[in-house]
């Protein structure tokens, strides 16, 4: 389709952004909201239920009539809700904040990091971000002007955010420094609370500033979390910015907010009143209430972490059972970050073959060079969906078909399955062992077992049947195909 030209008027503007810089997340809502069957691993949500207290108490207010919850708040916030945000920030993350100086509440993190960094930056202003790291922040940095220099994240047995990578690269001629832990889209975090002494150290002997993205600060596997928020209490070289839309499963609510010094919190303030004047109404009223009793809130957050604790470790174990695939634990978040490399150079390319096979993926080359070769995944949600999930990566995956594949790829790909770590073990099959298949020259694969033979002979509609993963679970349509 010819696109339609832009006019005179249209044509004197200079476009202040790429849009070839566009996230695929947009690609990827639209596909899903038009194919409902395909399995979400690609948009960065918390795909499990608000606290049924939360919803209660919005519910409320949204139905009191004598009170008007709908009008407009102060720009800065309800002082209701930042006393609450002050409180939890001090139960949580063990750090004072003073709500009328301090603390802004703004329309989800997202938000909080555009003003700061309208703030903050000017042309020619050098950034440190990580790589891989949030997309968007690469573009919000650039379109400022800024020059952006990366520092790497590091692999060992997990993602981690390499601090001395950031002191290597932190002198006088940076002027802000990005850290993001738990990390999207590794899950990699600062551990240690000495690092974020060692890190703040630097930065005010070189007048460096610090934002700190803290937005998945309730879900962390390797301990207590370990903020910023205590090693710079006069908030001169640090900015905090958090939310409650990921931990609390609200994206929608966008309720996010920032902690800093006084002087940067008023202009960011003066800076929102141009763009959202507030942030949504029923939202703060609704988490001021749910968090006047703390109980809630550390009921709720401690059971989904455990939950996601849980599916990451189901989950990671399955994605390293698919050859070619490597994939580390997260530290924290909600993602795993593994490389495909091996089975497709592209992450582009990688993502659109998973989404051919029924599940939507985040290509890794959107969070930075270091992001090529892998994909961002999701187990942040109810264990079916992400069991289904991979069930269909494993299928889209497709990686030791033999070169005649539709004679013999079927086999290869039920003996794939059978090898999981998930699956049934050969003796829950009734019987002793099992070696790897025989081909012979009618592409029959042979499980040779001891006392018992069983062979294994897909037609293409069962390998389309295998490749769905919809109706059933694949470990059962193998059983089953192998029982005849």
Not at 351 to 368: E, H
């Amino acid at each position: 389709m010819t696109e339609q030209t832009r006019g005179r008027a249209l044509d004197r503007v200079r476009p202040i952004v790429k849009e070839s810089d566009s996230s695929p997340m947009a690609v990827m809502k639209r596909i899903m909201q038009e194919n409902p069957d395909v399995v979400n691993q690609s948009i960065g949500e918390a795909n499990f239920d608000p606290p049924a207290e939360l919803l209660d108490i919005a519910c409320t207010m949204l139905n009191d009539k004598v009170v008007r919850r709908s009008l407009y708040t102060t720009m800065r916030g309800l002082p209701e809700t930042r006393a609450a945000v002050a409180g939890y920030l001090e139960h949580w993350c063990g750090g004072g904040a003073d709500p009328e100086q301090n603390l802004i509440i703004t329309v989800g993190g997202t938000e909080a990091l555009h003003l700061a960094v309208r703030v903050l930056l000017e042309p020619g202003d050098k950034v440190l971000l990580p790589d891989p790291g949030w997309g968007p922040a690469v573009g919000l940095c650039a379109r400022q002007g800024a020059q952006i220099v990366f520092y790497p994240l590091m692999k060992t047995d997990a993602w981690t955010v390499d601090v001395d990578a950031i002191l290597d690269r932190m002198d006088p001629s940076i002027k802000l420094l990005i850290v993001n832990s738990p990390s999207n889209p590794t899950g990699a975090m600062i551990t240690d609370p000495a690092d974020w002494k060692r890190i703040l150290e630097a930065a005010r002997e070189k007048g460096v500033f610090v934002i700190s993205d803290e937005v998945y600060h309730a879900y962390t596997y390797t301990g207590d979390y370990p903020s910023a928020l205590p090693h710079d209490p006069t908030f001169e070289n640090l900015l905090i910015v958090n939310s409650f839309s990921k931990g609390f499963a609200i994206m929608g609510w966008r309720l996010g907010f920032a902690v800093g010094h006084p002087w940067l919190i008023r202009q960011m303030d003066v800076y929102k009143e141009s763009m959202t004047a507030c942030a949504p109404s029923i939202a703060q009223w609704a988490m001021t209430g749910y968090l006047q009793d703390l109980s809630y809130s550390d009921e709720y957050l401690i059971r989904m972490r455990a939950m996601c604790r849980d599916n990451m470790d189901k989950m990671v174990p399955q994605l390293n059972a698919i050859p070619g695939v490597e994939c580390l634990p997260a530290q924290g978040g909600f993602y795993l970050f593994p490389d495909f490399s091996a089975i497709e150079p592209s992450s582009a390319e990688m993502a659109q073959r998973l989404l051919r096979g029924g599940v939507a993926v985040a290509q890794g080359a959107a969070f930075g060079p270091h992001g090529e070769g892998c994909a961002r995944l999701l187990f942040s949600a109810y264990w079916p969906e992400v069991d289904k999930a991979v069930g269909r990566i494993a299928g889209g995956a497709d990686v030791d078909f033999p070169p005649d594949r539709e004679e013999r790829g079927a086999g290869a790909f039920a003996w794939r399955w059978l090898q999981r770590p998930a699956c049934l073990a050969p003796d829950r099959l009734g019987i002793a062992s099992m070696k790897a298949p025989r081909w012979d020259r009618t592409g029959q694969a042979g499980l040779e077992a001891k006392g018992a033979a069983m062979e294994v002979n897909l037609t293409n509609n069962e390998v389309d049947l295998l490749r769905s993963m919809v109706e059933k679970d694949i470990r059962e349509l193998l059983l089953e195909i192998a029982r005849g």
